[in-house]
């Protein structure tokens, strides 16, 4: 029987790569709807191609070839056996609560639904019997490595360390834009990108996985592995460590999510080969270079809204950096003010999220003027 499957954010990165796994795949999946936002022209490719029945885009007259819905409307469409919820931002929260509420289980590839809301989403989810399938190659490779997580005793994430690993906490101050893009492993947004040369994407990964796998902060570490080819490991309690190596590439962690518990021949470049590989190196991350770190862990150990303060702020401050209002360095003393002034909730409503995220985006951009 062929799996159904929407997409949301069809026309990012993740989304692009997820219909090039699709295509692979061939009759093993039909895909119901694809959700784009101003991109419509590759939208409408896309529609062309792999024939979905609805779609959303920004403007819903430019949709050629489907029917206009909402991205709640597709994540209610119970038809659909699994969501890749692989839009960039909060706008992918609602939208996965919704499918959760209908029994729909998710690929997820949005740091947000996590951060800003893990201690609703995961229980909502657990409630529901709905599988929340990690897509970030981190967490993927964790849950690939997981057959009992009551035998865990640690979960290390791994970290490229990004463009900025070798070079000095001066040279950093003065980054360019153009620097800061410049991911040497990874091709990804610009957003994300910006997040990985702060090293503030490990952290929200840190607080996503505490959510995926009810770990706590102290049994979370995160080591810089410049090659990324161990994408991630877990430490049982034994002694034994089981890690989870690749190329790098996002086609295998998308389609890890989609096809689970199953593993099927898909998209695959050349087969893996330690002799090629040859070396593995393994640091400690720099604290002091890479504060976003720190201030990740200690928003998670806090709990509530503290994660949003975090998450908000911080994207904030990387548009405004990618905009030149404001230097690499600048980020990360934003959001450590913003979460300094910052009142805690410690068990905030959906609502009272979303009305925090929009009142700290509001304070932050108050000033970089």
Not at 176 to 203: C, F, Y
Request: aromatic residues 6%; charged residues 25%.
């Amino acid at each position: 029987m062929r799996k159904k499957i929407s997409i949301l954010g069809s026309t990012g990165s993740i989304g692009r790569q997820a219909l090039e796994v699709l295509e692979k795949l061939g009759d093993c999946f039909e895909v119901v709807a694809l959700a784009a936002g101003n991109n419509t022209e590759l939208l409408n490719e896309q529609i062309k191609k792999f024939k979905p029945r609805y779609a959303y885009a920004a403007d819903k007259n430019a949709i050629e070839g489907a029917k206009y819905v909402s991205m709640e409307e597709i994540c209610s469409n119970k038809e659909n056996d699994i969501i890749l919820v692989a839009v960039s931002g909060r706008i992918g929260l609602r939208p996965t609560i919704t499918a959760i509420n209908n029994g729909i289980n998710i690929a997820l590839a949005n740091k947000e639904t996590l951060v800003m809301a893990g201690d609703i989403v995961m229980p909502l989810a657990k409630s529901k019997g709905v599988n929340i399938l990690p897509v970030d190659s981190e967490h993927s490779a964790i849950h690939q490595c997981i057959k009992d997580l009551s035998q865990v005793d640690k979960l290390i994430i791994t970290a490229s360390g990004g463009p900025f690993l070798r070079k000095t906490i001066d040279e950093m101050k003065n980054a360019t834009v153009e620097q800061a893009l410049a991911h040497p492993r990874w091709n990804m947004g610009k957003k994300i990108t910006v997040d990985s040369a702060t090293l503030m994407n490990k952290g929200l990964e840190v607080i996503e996985a505490h959510h995926l796998f009810n770990m706590s902060y102290d049994q979370i570490d995160v080591v810089v592995h410049p090659q990324s080819i161990v994408h991630s490991a877990v430490e049982y309690k034994d002694g034994s460590v089981i890690a989870q190596l690749g190329l790098p590439s996002m086609h295998i962690p998308i389609q890890y999510a989609i096809t689970y518990p199953n593993r099927i021949e898909g998209i695959k470049s050349k087969s893996f080969s330690f002799s090629e590989i040859a070396r593995l190196d393994f640091e400690a991350p720099d604290w002091n270079k890479f504060k976003a770190l720190k201030l990740a862990y200690n928003a998670g150990k806090i709990g509530g809204t503290a994660s949003v303060c975090l998450n908000a702020a911080n994207e904030e401050a990387v548009f405004a950096f990618l905009k030149g209002e404001i230097k690499l360095f600048d980020i990360i003393d934003s959001v450590e003010k913003m979460m300094q002034k910052h009142v805690v909730i410690k068990n905030p409503s959906l609502d009272d999220i979303f009305e925090l995220d929009n009142e700290i985006r509001i304070k932050a951009r108050e000033l970089f003027k």
